[in-house]
């Protein structure tokens, strides 16, 4: 859980330099990892038991992080918010993809 909380501080650390503009920041990793941020968030604690670590399992059996799917996220003072995962860009991907063929 140590790389889940350094990814929560380095979001929060990135709206602080970026102040009350809108920043854009992306990313990249396995499903299982990004669950497990969120998982984190939701539960707003990093500390694990294996209570805890059993309920993570839960959750990403659970839920769903397709292959290049964009969730966004927003930092407010303490908090990180964020939506649902997007695939709509992968399905334009597709159609470009097939006209070129």
Known sequence: MIRVRLIQDRLQQ???EAGNADALVL???HAWF???VIWTLMM???ELSAQQMWRLHHFAAASSVPNGAIS???V???EIWFTGMSTAHL???DDEWLDQT
Do not use: C, G, H
Request: no cysteine.
């Open 91 to 93: 399905s334009l991907m």
């Open 44 to 46: 707003q604690s990093t």
């Open 72 to 74: 966004k996220v927003q």
């Open 27 to 29: 990313v990249f990793s």
């Open 76 to 78: 407010r003072a303490s």
């Open 34 to 36: 990004i669950r497990a």
């Open 14 to 16: 990135l709206a602080t």
